[in-house]
């Protein structure tokens, strides 16, 4: 319920139940922990997904996320 995308040029730390967000690019969080409907289910070639009450999070350089916590945090400066 939780998908995680990174561009090119661009990487995660890990440390412990958080990371940092290092590079030129973004990452993208997507948050399905409480979607309310979805068609997921009904899926098949023909029919476009729907998905109601979606979390999203676009991340640069220096963000932190918490994994537990499933939030966002700006950092004062990028890790080196």
């Known amino acids: ?19 940092d967000v290092l590079g030129a690019g973004a990452v993208y969080i997507v948050d399905g922990a409480e979607v309310t409907r979805s068609n997921i289910s009904e899926a098949s ?23 537990e916590a499933r939030a966002p945090s700006p950092q004062s400066h990028a890790p080196s």
């Open 1 to 19: 319920m939780l998908g995680i995308g990174i561009d090119e040029d661009t990487a995660i730390l890990l440390e412990g139940s958080a990371f």
């Open 45 to 67: 070639p023909e029919k476009t997904l729907s998905m109601h009450d979606v979390r999203q999070h676009l991340l640069s350089e220096g963000d932190r996320f918490d994994l």
